[in-house]
T-cell receptor, first 114, second 114 residues
Framework: DTEVTQTPKHLVMGMTNKKSLKCEQHMGHRAMYWYKQKAKKPPELMFV???????INESVPSRFSPECPNSSLLNLHLHALQPEDSALYLC?????????????FGPGTRLTVL | ELKVEQNPLFLSMQEGKNYTIYCNYS?????LYWYRQDPGKSLESLFV?????AVKQEGRLMASLDTKARLSTLHITAAVHDLSATYFC??????????????FGQGTILTVHP
């Protein structure tokens, strides 16, 4: 299995809702990432988990809460989001090797906050 | 802070023509990645460049890396319509606590016309 999967593909939520995004990989990768991408902009890194521990948090607001239950799964819990949080949320994974840390991206979740 | 700059940001090409996209970055690194993104889709890995002088080719695309000049190029030969997409370069800083933190260029929107 050489892909990263994400669910759901699309999500519409109100500002008071709580929802979760899910990401899964079965490539034996030891690092997983969450990115946020607004239209016509590059992806912006949000979180990095390496060996199931949070290693980078790019000062993301606490209404975004990541979770890594095991080395294959990564969740992003959403609560009290704002309309400006509407974006494409991309998950990625990598081997996390010094020599080559190529990141493989999932298809993304298109999030709309009303 | 690592800065990655691509140019041009918009590229309109005729089919059959050649052109080069440039990616400059501001700090030491010998790990650079090129990605392609189609509208509404995720990022697809194109090239992994891991050393000074690295050159990779796939079809009509060729990427190179000059770590001394902190410059990578993506050369397009005899463009075809199927190459229309947004192309991103991304740099992984050399070690330290930022390892795994990809910084992306702004992206080059390539449109190939008949």
């Amino acid at each position: 299995d050489t892909e990263v999967t994400q669910t759901p593909k699309h999500l519409v939520m109100g500002m008071t809702n709580k929802k979760s995004l899910k990401c899964e990989q079965h490539m034996g990768h030891r690092a997983m990432y969450w990115y946020k991408q607004k239209a016509k902009k590059p992806p912006e890194l949000m979180f990095v988990y390496s060996y199931e521990k949070l290693s980078i948090n790019e000062s993301v607001p606490s209404r975004f809460s990541p979770e890594c239950p095991n080395s294959s799964l990564l969740n992003l819990h959403l609560h009290a989001l704002q309309p400006e949080d509407s974006a494409l949320y991309l998950c990625a994974s990598s081997r996390f090797r010094e020599v080559d840390n190529e990141q493989f991206f999932g298809p993304g979740t298109r999030l709309t906050v009303l | 802070e690592l800065k990655v700059e691509q140019n041009p940001l918009f590229l309109s090409m005729q089919e059959g023509k050649n052109y080069t996209i440039y990616c400059n970055y501001s700090t030491t690194s010998d790990r650079l990645y090129w990605y392609r993104q189609d509208p509404g889709k995720s990022l697809e890995s194109l090239f992994v460049l891991l050393s000074n002088g690295a050159v990779k080719q796939e079809g009509r695309l060729m990427a190179s890396l000059d770590t001394k000049a902190r410059l990578s190029t993506l050369h397009i030969t005899a463009a075809v319509h199927d190459l229309s997409a947004t192309y991103f370069c991304a740099v992984d800083p050399a070690g330290g606590t930022s390892y795994g933190k990809l910084t992306f260029g702004q992206g080059t929107i390539l449109t190939v016309h008949p």
